[in-house]
């Protein structure tokens, strides 16, 4: 694990011929790794306070004319994450 912690544990159970429950609680109770899963985290800059504020009164505006528009919102925050590091972010 520590020579090729980009391996999944999936892929090792499969090597080691043991389940994959029992790998995760070995890892956790025996050795104390704990699971993790990769976020890409982007630093907020000033100008992002005034843009998410514009949106914010432009929604509104919209809102306001519109009462069928909050019924038909559809907001996403998908993303696909590879064991590679590669991250494909979907809006």
């Known amino acids: 694990m520590q020579r090729s912690p980009q391996r999944s544990a999936r892929r090792y159970s499969l090597t080691m011929k043991i389940g994959l429950r029992s ?12 699971l993790y899963k990769l976020q890409v985290v982007r630093c907020l800059r000033p ?21 069928n528009v909050l019924p038909n919102l559809l907001l996403s925050d998908e993303a696909h994450f590879h064991l590679t590091g590669f991250v494909k972010k979907q809006n």
Do not use: S
């Not at 995760?24 to 790794?33: G, P």
């Not at 949106?55 to 004319?65: K, P, R, T, V």
């Open 47 to 67: 100008v992002d306070r005034q843009m998410r504020i514009a949106f914010c009164a432009q929604l509104q505006g919209i809102i306001a004319e519109n009462n």
């Open 23 to 34: 790998l995760h609680r070995i890892l956790k109770a025996d050795l104390k790794f704990h």
